[in-house]
């Protein structure tokens, strides 16, 4: 199944609530997100039955990669119990999830790896525990989050990728410290430039610390060499120390936009289908999966919205476009 622009289908991000633990400053700013704000109803989130039938449909259209992302995903009780029935989906080759780690213990890490789950990638925006804390805005330690990287490793949920979202003035300053801390680690950790997701993180394209400037950052300490995708549609630059200890990755959405292999879609917690990150509105499934809809149907609706798909919202993002309404982050999953 390929889109408008020649792009196959082949991952799809789930989000299985809007909600989190943390407030980070560049995705759930407390002030937007405080105690009044009013997050989804449960019966208004998927079912794990309702997403695995849609996992299910996708996969026969060529979708092989799935990832579980929220919000913070572990907040949907029970898990595990999902990660069980998407393993079990065939074609589903790779079955990952992104967490901040906060609630990611090691009971959890066994019981996630048990039920299926095959990779992690966890959120470290800085080795400096003042720095980390006010990225997350609600004091949440670091102390915890290395210790559930810990977890998922003793759980053998490897290799894990660490991602840290790097923003002008909060902690371009810890880029250093994060690749040294996770060098000869077998971690990867992957340096991100910071998007204009949604319309509630204040982004300001000058807060934005380019790609080629935390290459150059880290070089300067450990020289690094280039290396070749692993796939097609991989968004992540590759760079390998090269003394060997290690890979690093670069996402460059702002600078040096990746849209044209882009292969993936993401379901919302509400079962609404976006075909890009910075998409404003997305297709309804939970209305179908709900309404007795046959799989053949679910499945023309979802190939009629990926063949239609022409987004490349980072290769033309401009003044104007930046302003434009956008689903937010907490809503879509990373």
């Known amino acids: 199944m390929n889109d408008a622009l020649g792009r196959p289908l082949r991952d799809l991000r789930i989000s299985v609530t809007d909600r989190c633990n ?7 700013p407390k002030a937007v997100f ?3 704000f009013v997050f989804l109803e449960r019966d ?8 695995a039938r849609v996992v299910r449909v996708m996969s026969a259209a060529g979708a092989h990669k799935v990832r579980l992302t929220g919000g913070e995903p572990l907040l949907r009780r029970d898990l595990p119990a999902l990660v069980s029935m998407l393993s079990a989906v065939p074609g589903i080759g790779d079955l990952a999830m992104t967490t901040n780690g906060a609630l990611l213990t090691r009971e959890m890490a066994k019981s996630l790896a048990a039920a299926g789950l095959r990779r992690i990638t966890i959120s470290v925006d800085s080795l400096d525990d003042d720095v980390f804390r006010r990225v997350n805005d609600v004091d949440f330690p670091l ?3 290395l210790a559930a ?14 991602d840290m979202v790097v923003v002008r003035g909060l ?7 994060v690749a040294r801390h996770f060098r000869e680690t077998g971690h990867i950790v992957r340096f991100i430039e910071y998007m204009d997701v949604g319309n509630t993180n204040g982004w300001r394209m000058e807060d934005v610390v380019s790609g080629a400037e935390m290459r150059d950052a880290i070089g300067r300490e450990w020289p690094l060499v280039p290396a070749e995708p692993n796939y097609f549609g991989e968004v992540a630059q590759r760079w390998c120390y090269a003394d060997g200890a290690g890979e690093i990755g670069i996402i460059t959405s702002v600078t ?3 849209c044209g292999s882009c292969t993936r879609a993401r379901l919302s917690a509400a079962g609404e289908l976006y075909t890009c990150l910075f998409a404003g509105k997305g297709r309804d499934l939970r209305s179908l999966l709900r309404n007795g809809s046959t799989d053949a149907e679910i499945s023309a609706a979802i190939g009629a919205v990926w063949s239609a798909r022409d987004d490349r919202y980072s290769e033309i993002r401009s003044a104007a476009t930046a302003g434009l309404k956008k689903v937010e982050m907490s809503h879509i999953g990373g």
């Open 22 to 28: 943390l407030r980070c400053v560049y995705c759930m």
């Open 34 to 36: 405080g105690r009044d």
């Open 44 to 51: 208004q989130l998927l079912t794990f039955e309702e997403i």
């Open 143 to 145: 102390a915890r989050v």
């Open 149 to 162: 990287i810990d977890a998922a490793k003793e759980a053998g949920l490897m290799p894990i990728k660490i």
């Open 171 to 177: 902690n371009e300053s810890s880029i250093v410290g």
């Open 256 to 258: 040096q936009p990746f």
